[in-house]
């Protein structure tokens, strides 16, 4: 009854220790609340590309742009990309940002080793690769049930 369930609680670590940090496993809670952060994390990107841009969505502001402003918003977003990336990580993760950024044993290259870890630790890629089996379910069951009424 429990067999597969027991294969994969033994497969995925419950944590990872990269370049002297623990990456650990997030309760069922914790995901949640991240998936929430990561849902609205590119609006608030993009309002810091373009904070003045009043009541327009984001992408008509862009396709109203010259040549010059859409130069000055890639800039922008390059730089703000990086940091508002490793913001990102340190919230979801539980790690601290400011030891993030400022650990030289970090560096970039360890910063997608953590997050691989994270990705691998939490059994991310068995997530979402169920979800989208149960979605293409759903959408199998829908249109199926469509079609008998």
Same mark, same amino acid.
């Given at each position: 009854?429990? $067999? &597969?369930?027991?294969?994969?609680? +033994?497969?995925?670590?419950?944590?990872?220790?990269?370049?002297? &940090?623990?990456?650990?496993?997030?309760?069922?809670?914790?995901?949640?609340?991240?998936?929430?952060?990561?849902?609205?994390?590119?609006?608030?990107?993009?309002?810091?590309?373009?904070?003045?841009?009043?009541?327009?969505?984001?992408? !008509? !502001?862009? +396709?109203?742009?010259?040549?010059?402003?859409?130069?000055?918003?890639?800039?922008? @977003? !390059?730089?703000?990309?990086?940091?508002? @990336?490793? +913001?990102?990580?340190?919230?979801?993760?539980?790690?601290?940002?400011? +030891?993030?950024?400022?650990?030289?044993?970090?560096?970039?290259? $360890?910063?997608?080793?953590?997050?691989?870890?994270?990705?691998?630790?939490?059994?991310?890629?068995?997530?979402?690769?169920?979800?989208?089996?149960?979605?293409?379910?759903?959408?199998?069951?829908?249109?199926?049930?469509?079609?008998? $009424?």
């Amino acid at each position: 009854m429990g $067999g &597969y369930r027991d294969s994969v609680k +033994k497969s995925l670590p419950r944590e990872r220790k990269i370049r002297g &940090y623990t990456v650990k496993r997030m309760p069922v809670g914790q995901f949640l609340q991240a998936m929430e952060r990561l849902q609205e994390a590119p609006e608030e990107l993009m309002e810091q590309l373009l904070p003045d841009k009043g009541n327009i969505p984001f992408f !008509a !502001a862009v +396709k109203m742009m010259d040549a010059s402003a859409m130069k000055t918003v890639i800039l922008k @977003a !390059a730089q703000l990309a990086p940091g508002f @990336a490793v +913001k990102l990580f340190a919230e979801i993760s539980g790690m601290e940002e400011e +030891k993030l950024l400022n650990d030289p044993d970090v560096g970039l290259d $360890g910063l997608f080793e953590l997050m691989e870890a994270f990705w691998e630790v939490n059994g991310l890629e068995n997530f979402f690769r169920g979800a989208a089996r149960m979605a293409q379910g759903i959408r199998g069951f829908v249109r199926n049930a469509g079609s008998k $009424g």
